[in-house]
Each structure stands twice: as C-alpha cells, then as structure tokens.
C-alpha cells in the first residue's frame, strides 16, 4: 500500500506533522509500536486504586509555539504559574514571585545580604527574554544561518550565551552560590555537562529559555495526555491514519517501511518517511551502526496524602511548591554532584527539582493531597548499567535524602498510601531506554543542537526520510517544531 507520508511514530511531533499533512490533503499513515499515541507526552495512574492521572514522563509545556496550536485548533489550555521558583536556604529561602517584584527583591536581600544579585538577575533575564523574542520566531521556519542568528541576537547576549561557557557568565554576573545555582538548572536538564567548559550546556539552557517568546514553562490542564490527545484528534480529523500495535522494524531509503502487528509482518511505501525516533533506532532500522546517546537524569512520580512543613514557616509550601522548588542545586553542590557522578558514583546528596501539578491544575486528582514530580540531574546512564534495579534504588533513596535534608520533616511522612504501598516511582535513564525505547534514556534523543545551520533542520543522509522528532535540531522538550518543520518541508519544498 503506498502513501504521500508514512511516519514513524506516534508521539507528540508525529502527531503534528500528522495533522499538517493530512490537513493539506496529503494520504498519512502513523505507525506507532505502543497501544497508544503520545509517546512520553502521555498521563497514566501510575499507583493501582490512586486517582491520580500523572504526566508520567514530560511534564511541563514551554515550547509548544502558539501558531500551531492555532493552526491545529487544539483544545488545550496551558496555564500559568505565578511562582517561578522557591529555593530553601538554610532556615530560609529564595522565592521567586513573577507577580510581585518587591518580594522577590526582599527575598534575594534576605538570602544574598544585598541588592547585587537581584540587579544582576533582571539584567540576565532581560537579555534572554530579548533572545527569546528574536529567536522563537525562527523555530518555525528554515534554519537561520550562525551570522543570521548572531545579528538577530546581538553581540553581547550571543557572546554570553553561545560563545562562552554559561557557568563562566553566571560566576561573572552573580556573586551568590543559591543564585548562580538556580540559573545554571536550566543548563542542565537532561544533560550531562560542566556548565564552566562545555558548550552543551548553553545549548540546553538556550532551549529552557526561549519558549514561545517568553521562556515561560506551563501547566497543561489535564496532564501531558490532554496535548497529545488534542493532537490525535486533529490528526484523526483532518483525515491521518493511525494505527498503534505496529512496530517497526526496518527503514528502507526508498521510503519502504516494514512494520510487525498481531496479524504478522507488512510493508507499505512513502513517497517520504518521516521519522519521530530517536536517531539512534532510525540507523538500526537502516541498517546502520548506531549512535550511542546517553541520558542524565531521574525521574521520581509521587502522590502526598498533604504538603510537607518547610523549615521558614513564613512561607506557603503552596507557593513554594507550585513553582520549581530547587533542591541542593547551589553551585558548588552541582559541581560535587557532577564529579561524583562522572566518577562513576551516584550523587551523596543529588541535586533535584521537584513541582506539584496538583497546586496549578486539581481536574488530575481524584483523591485528597497533592502530586509531586521530581527531576534528578547528574544521573546519567552509566550509573545504571551494571545493576538497574539496585542502582535505581539506591539512586531514589540518595534522593529522598536530599528531599529531607531542606525540609522541616521527612518526605516519607507525606507521602499517600495506596492499595500497594506508598505512592512513589523513579525512572532511571536505563528504564527509558527498557520501557520507552530511548537509546541511553536520553529525553532529547541525542545532544541538543544549535538552533542555526542549513535547510530546515530535518533533513538526513537520505532524500526520502526526514527527521522530525526530538533528534532534529530545534527539538527537545514537548513543542511540535520538529514535526510541523518536516511536514513544511515536505509541503513547501
């Protein structure tokens, strides 16, 4: 049977090139190995008898861009978090409050002893909203060349966010461990990196910056499963076939893709095979040695029966909880984090973030009390090779540690208690990779990539195959760009 596009995944960029295609009158078949569509974009009850629809996976929405969720008529509501962040320090804590700027001023007097580093902060975060607003609009159309991007830009924030180590310019604009902390997070999301050497880090925090022109990361109303089911629906609407239960096996550059369901094993023909894989799984199923990414993180799910105390009790654990709450992220403590880390050693105290959906959005829970969603960094794969389940244990209860040790009692205490126990999971990078198909666990596919260069960013080695999930250039996080950029490809020429 032959096709205008045959697509090699039904995750969340599948989806959107999908709908395009189809909706420009293109015939469309979606492939997808899993018994549902959205791949890590999904909400599932994690705990047997909990009510508790969680976004298991991705969790936040900050690059979605807005013409396509207009252009697709999706039903989605992303909503806004008033609090960008609380950090505990000591007795104490750094909360940053997007709608009132005087307290957040008092709060980094408290924590810094001055007005430096919140000077310093709105400087920063000035020049990455200007970059933001100049980069975003690209996202969506042929890559822009580096001289391009870099006139867009300008030359100061394309020196101190392209050119120079980040950890270099955060330890040149602030003078406060917490403060330097905070910002270098962004850097490090799903990826190993030294912030001070390697330019990686840039690329990652240029992605957690530039979202939708505004950087901002937002609550999807009825978890990560209410986008992708949007998504489905306007693919299934403008007339995309979708059929799950069908894994691919092998990739043929002539646009053959050959595919295993209950039934046996199929082939059918592309004009063009667009690929929402990970890159590594597209070389094995053409044949080719595949690349080895790895992952860096851990995933922790939980449910609490109530919020935990904090150790400054004039702060709402509401506030501080509805926003990212950083964990152990000062600078120095994600320098000793990644060392032992990179010396083959889970973390003594990791680094984390942890946010509860539940204060944002109560249509998830069915039940009293609240979801938590931790996010580990400086776990990469290798930590998990040797024994996954030991090390993946181990890894949770270092974590748990590090949770406690900036409370004012133990995590343990909050935590609901289902049918089967209490309510808490941890994915590894090597359970991503076991359960999800990602090759080394990693969320990005592979490392991100600078958003300039040639074409549109979704070509490959073979004419009729084209990338457009997260591997492609401009991708990483839940935000369709790779899929409406290979479905424009294909439409525009």
Not at 134 to 151: D, F, I, W
Not at 389 to 413: C, F, G, H, Y
Request: charged letters at 25%.
């Amino acid at each position: 049977m032959s096709y205008d596009a045959v697509i090699a995944g039904a995750g969340h960029n599948g989806l959107v090139a999908a709908a395009y295609l189809a909706g420009a009158g293109r015939r469309v078949l979606v492939l997808e190995r899993q018994d549902h569509v959205g791949g890590l974009a999904i909400s599932a009850q994690a705990f047997p008898g909990v009510d508790a629809r969680l976004s298991r996976y991705s969790y936040l929405v900050s690059l979605l861009p807005t013409k396509i969720v207009d252009d697709l008529g999706l039903d989605i509501t992303l909503r806004r978090r008033r609090y960008a962040s609380y950090t505990p320090v000591g007795d104490t804590g750094l909360l940053v409050d997007n709608d009132d700027e005087e307290r957040t001023a008092a709060s980094f007097r408290e924590v810094t002893g001055g007005d430096h580093d919140h000077r310093a902060w709105r400087e920063f975060y000035a020049m990455t909203a200007h970059v933001a607003e100049k980069v975003a609009p690209t996202l969506l159309e042929p890559l822009p060349g580096r001289e391009e991007l870099r006139a867009l830009v300008g030359g100061q924030a394309w020196r101190e966010l392209f050119e120079t180590p980040i950890g270099e310019v955060v330890a040149a604009r602030f003078a406060d461990d917490t403060v330097r902390g905070v910002v270098l997070t962004d850097a490090l999301i799903g990826t190993f990196a030294d912030p001070d050497t390697d330019l990686l880090a840039n690329r990652c925090f240029l992605y957690h910056v530039i979202g939708n022109g505004t950087g901002e990361w937002n609550v999807p109303v009825g978890g990560m499963g209410a986008v992708s089911g949007a998504l489905e629906r306007a693919a299934r609407r403008a007339g995309a076939e979708i059929r799950t239960g069908a894994e691919i096996v092998a990739i043929d550059p002539s646009g053959e893709v050959t595919f295993r369901d209950e039934s046996g094993e199929h082939a059918v023909t592309g004009r063009h095979v667009l690929v929402n894989l990970p890159p590594a799984v597209l070389d094995r199923l053409t044949g080719r040695e595949p690349q080895r990414p790895e992952g860096a993180q851990l995933k922790v799910n939980m449910v609490l029966s109530r919020l935990p105390r904090l150790k400054d009790p004039r702060v709402d654990p509401r506030a501080a909880f509805s926003g990212t709450f950083h964990i152990n992220e000062g600078r120095d403590q994600l320098a000793k984090a990644y060392g032992e880390a990179a010396r083959g050693r889970i973390p003594e105290l990791p680094p984390a973030e942890v946010y509860c959906h539940s204060l944002t959005d109560r249509s998830i829970l069915g039940v009293e009390g609240e979801t938590m969603t931790l996010f580990g960094l400086h776990m990469p794969a290798r930590l998990f090779r040797d024994d996954p389940v030991k090390a993946r244990q181990a890894a949770l209860e270092a974590t748990l540690r590090s949770v406690d040790s900036v409370l004012a009692e133990p995590i343990e205490d909050c935590l609901l208690r289902g049918p089967e126990g209490r309510c808490v999971e941890a994915k590894s990078p090597v359970d991503l990779e076991n359960e999800a198909g990602l090759p080394g666990g990693h969320i990005f596919h592979r490392d991100l990539a600078w958003p300039y260069g040639a074409g549109w960013g979704v070509e490959t080695e073979h004419e009729r195959i084209l990338l457009c999930g997260a591997g492609a250039p401009r991708g990483g996080g839940v935000s369709g760009i790779p899929g409406h950029n290979a479905a424009m490809k294909l439409l525009r020429g």
